[in-house]
């Protein structure tokens, strides 16, 4: 019973490692490509605008 519960640990923790890996995996993978991805609210017409520099519903370019 006791090896029992020991093992339910065991997996239990390694499964935890695993989604805390491949989470902090996906987190490093995100911010690297962070610039070309990052959402920005359009401030002439308010379009979100979902990747790029430039505004595909005006044309306005984003400001730093
Ligand atoms: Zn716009």
Known sequence: ???????????????????LYVTG???KEDTYTDLDTD?????????LVQA????IYCGTEKSA
């Not at 959402?39 to 379009?47: A, H, I, Q, R």
């Not at 790029?52 to 505004?55: I, L, Q, S």
Request: proline residues 3%; contains cysteine; charged residues 15%.
């Open 25 to 27: 995996k996906n987190k």
């Open 39 to 47: 959402e920005w609210n359009c401030p002439e017409c308010g379009f």
């Open 1 to 19: 019973m006791g090896l029992y519960i020991f093992l339910i640990f065991l997996i239990f923790f390694a499964m935890i490692g695993t989604t």
């Open 52 to 55: 790029g520099d430039k505004c």
